[in-house]
């Protein structure tokens, strides 16, 4: 995980050099609750994305998406091809043309996902738009949370004959409208779905991700010391250990750092053993206590209950994957 923003997260596989500006839009409340600005800010900076970056606070909260980006609009005078993107979810997708387009993923090639939270597309064979539906299954393909509009001013013309229709006015009506409008929408393919539109849909995802926190001796090599032989350096690497951490890791979603009492003298010596010993790690730890370790952490909503737990296995054993 990245810790980064959400909103920043969302926006980082699509290729944002094809856009001259990136418009950021929150609740004013929200900064007065939070003040996220500074940090927001700085975080823009690290990405290289301030100087086209612009933060716009609105008063008060809007009945919908599309009241949002209309607002927004209206009050920026924007013309020309814009592009929407939910920041509850994140896909990679190359945007190539200004065009009016419907970002879209395909049911078949998620293993989990809600279903009933989605808007459906339904694509001809050419790949044009011909019919969009709000939280009605009509094919395999949705939404996946990306709108293009070659017209701004068409945008806000269309969603002025809807503003005042029964229920929340979505995107997706907008769409239609314009379909009917005879304006054509072709399907925008995305790749790599994830999908962070409920807090437990967050979580859900966050929990694939695992900070590990693991010994040396008598974990990944046969217990060693400074004292006693075998001594710091000749233990025996516990070569199923190794390899399963290493699959972990090779999968991208844990982060690995090493923990011994091994005195911070032998940190060279200790980065040579793990390298001869085809030791993967992020992080070492050198210098600690040789008694009982405790992990104390925080939980919240944010951060749900238990938010770390503990692992012990009899020393110098080859199975950590039976405890893990």
Avoid at 141 to 162: I, M, P, Q, R, V
Avoid at 164 to 171: A, D, V
Wanted: glycine letters at 6%; charged letters at 25%; aromatic letters at 12%.
């Amino acid at each position: 995980m990245s810790n980064r923003f959400m909103v920043t997260e969302s926006i980082l596989g699509l290729n944002l050099d094809f856009f001259d500006n990136i418009y950021f839009i929150c609740l004013q409340e929200h900064e007065d609750k939070y003040q996220f600005m500074k940090g927001f800010v700085t975080e823009l900076d690290k990405l290289g994305l301030r100087d086209k970056s612009n933060i716009v606070l609105l008063p008060e909260q809007t009945s919908s998406q599309s009241e949002t980006v209309y607002t927004f609009l209206s009050g920026y005078d924007l013309d020309g091809y814009i592009f929407i993107k939910d920041s509850d979810g994140f896909y990679r997708t190359e945007i190539t043309e200004e065009c009016n387009q419907v970002a879209y993923f395909d049911l078949n090639d998620m293993d989990d996902i809600n279903a009933r939270t989605k808007s459906y597309v339904e694509l001809a064979l050419n790949g044009t738009v011909v019919n969009i539906v709000e939280k009605k299954v009509i094919s395999s393909t949705f939404s996946s949370g990306g709108y293009g509009f070659a017209d701004a001013k068409k945008f806000c013309s269309t969603y002025e004959k809807l503003q005042n229709m029964e229920g929340e006015c979505y995107i997706s009506h907008v769409i239609w409208q314009m379909m009917l409008d005879t304006e054509v929408f072709h399907g925008l393919k995305t790749a790599d779905f994830k999908d962070w539109g409920t807090l437990s849909a967050w979580n859900k995802y966050k929990s694939q991700y695992k900070c590990l926190f693991v010994d040396i001796d008598g974990t990944l090599v046969t217990n060693s010391s400074l004292h006693f032989p075998p001594y710091v350096g000749s233990g025996e690497p516990l070569e199923e250990n190794i390899n399963y951490l290493a699959d972990l890791h090779d999968g991208g979603k844990v982060k690995i750092i090493l923990t011994t009492s091994r005195p911070e003298e032998y940190r060279t010596a200790t980065l040579f053993e793990l390298e001869t010993k085809g030791i993967v790690f992020d992080q070492l730890i050198m210098g600690l206590p040789h008694c009982k370790r405790v992990v104390i952490n925080d939980f919240a909503r944010s951060n749900p209950y238990p938010s770390c737990e503990a692992i012990n296995i009899p020393r110098n054993s080859d199975n950590l994957k039976e405890y893990f």
